[in-house]
């Protein structure tokens, strides 16, 4: 069962996501960069999943602007994008990085609620 923007995922579907976000993450920091080989690594690890492709792109987008890290995240879009990601799906998922990435305080994630430093 594809999961998509619908229900939860599964195990084997979060292992998958974590899969093409690593090789994604991997080779848009490679250099000589090869976008035509990227994307068939990236296409071949997602085995026929555009719904995680949304999502490994949409998480990418999603967060660049809060991880100080995350030059080389735009890149791993694309590749999850150019390897077939279902592109009606990934505004969803960048909402979803965005509001996880608001939640997040010094590394750690807080769900529903927000943490300050004490003054």
């Not at 991997?26 to 997602?46: G, I, Q, W, Y």
């Not at 602007?65 to 592109?87: M, N």
């Amino acid at each position: 069962m594809q999961h998509g923007s619908r229900g939860a995922a599964s195990a084997g579907d979060r292992i998958v996501t974590a899969r093409i976000m690593g090789a994604a993450n991997r080779l848009s920091k490679e250099r000589p960069f090869d976008l035509e080989a990227a994307v068939a690594e990236v296409r071949h690890v997602a085995d026929g999943r555009p719904d995680l492709l949304a999502e490994a792109a949409g998480t990418y987008l999603g967060t660049v602007q809060s991880d100080p890290f995350s030059w080389h995240y735009p890149l791993a879009a694309q590749i999850c994008l150019d390897a077939g990601a279902d592109r009606t799906a990934v505004s969803l998922w960048v909402e979803r990085a965005r509001d996880r990435a608001r939640h997040t305080w010094g590394g750690i994630t807080i769900p529903h609620e927000t943490v300050r430093p004490k003054a």
